[in-house]
């Protein structure tokens, strides 16, 4: 099976800050990563398909990049209601393996 | 809207079986697969499985097979994950989550999820 790791596994930025968080995978998996946000208590939601396609719905201040085993999320704006969990997935191969998530908080 | 639902939480002796469902609506319920995934407690998430409504085709974490059933009903849009012989590692909740297509193995729309408690 895949494995995906994730840096950092957590983060606390202000408001305004651009945050970044890293995915990586142990073989080639091109652009099939997704990336989902999952606030405390509630279900994933995807905003992030094929690496850098932005879900309909979702804030443009959320951007993904990368292909192969290296991928980059990003949030230019951190907003109070970003705070949650943000996991990748990666779909090249089955099955499906989530990264072990990034807790976002505001500092 | 698209819409899914599942079944609320449910306790569980050791060994025992439980049966999750899961129902669709506001989209055509045959055109999209439906996954389950896996949240212990204070950690990631886990892929369980599929089921594609059309076909009934079903694929499986090696892990869960054996044990996982996963079911549909066309004529009520709704599909079940059956797990049995369940231990306290079974603990989690249970997400259902529409795929955005088929095969296509991301997850457009999720339910609210089902806490599975599994204790004597």
């Known amino acids: 099976d895949i494995q995906m790791t994730q840096s950092p596994s957590s983060l606390s930025a202000s408001v305004g800050d651009r945050v970044t968080i890293t995915c990586q995978a142990n073989?080639?998996?091109?652009?099939?990563l997704n990336w989902y946000q999952q606030k405390p208590g509630k279900a994933p939601t995807l905003l992030i398909h094929d690496a850098s396609s932005l879900q309909t719905g979702v804030s443009s201040r959320f951007s993904g990049s990368g292909s192969g085993t290296d991928f980059t999320f990003t949030i230019s704006s951190l907003q109070p209601e970003d705070i949650g969990t943000y996991y990748c997935q990666q779909f090249e191969n089955v099955p499906v393996i989530f990264g072990p998530g990034t807790k976002v908080d505001i500092k | 809207q698209v819409q899914v639902v599942q079944s609320g939480a449910e306790v569980k002796n050791p060994g025992a079986s439980v049966k999750i469902s899961c129902k669709s609506s506001g989209y055509t319920f045959t055109s999209h697969c439906i996954h389950w995934v896996r949240q212990v407690p204070g950690q990631g998430l886990e892929w369980i499985g599929l089921?594609?409504?059309?076909?009934?085709?079903?694929s499986y974490l090696q892990k869960f097979r054996g044990r996982v059933t996963m079911t549909r009903d066309t004529s009520t849009s709704t599909v079940y994950m059956e797990l049995s012989s369940l231990t306290s590692e079974d603990t989690a909740v249970y997400y259902c989550?529409?795929?955005?297509?088929?095969?296509?193995?991301?997850?457009?729309?999720w339910g609210q999820g089902t806490l599975l408690t599994v204790s004597s």
């Open positions: 089921i594609n409504p059309s076909s009934g085709t079903t």
């Open positions: 073989q080639d998996i091109s652009y099939s």
């Open positions: 989550a529409r795929d955005l297509g088929v095969f296509r193995y991301f997850f457009d729309y």
